[in-house]
């Protein structure tokens, strides 16, 4: 991936916005995950070089923690439903 001169050729903003767009549509959090920590490790040098790249990355942290919540509160509510099926009833 390279970050080009403009921001169509930007590919590293691309991908980023490809990333940011799965987690708009509240699809595949894990593999999302997975994705940009690679992205990170091979291309951060880059990334805080470009200034586009940067907002594009801050517009993913918004979206990522957003459903970062949302999915802790279903997964704290699926907790309950089971601790409650698995209680004793009177």
């Not at 595949?28 to 690679?38: F, G, I, N, S």
């Not at 517009?59 to 209680?87: I, M, P, T």
Request: glycine share 6%; charged share 30%.
């Amino acid at each position: 991936m390279s970050p080009g001169d403009d921001e169509e050729s930007n590919e590293l903003a691309h991908f980023i916005r490809a990333l940011t767009q799965r987690l708009i549509e509240r699809r595949d959090y894990e593999l999302t995950q997975a994705w940009m920590t690679v992205f990170l490790r091979l291309h951060f040098d880059i990334v805080m070089e470009n200034e586009d790249v940067l907002a594009e990355l801050r517009a993913w942290k918004v979206h990522q923690e957003k459903e970062r919540d949302r999915l802790d509160n279903l997964v704290g509510y699926c907790g309950g439903v089971v601790g409650f099926l698995r209680s004793p009833r009177t």
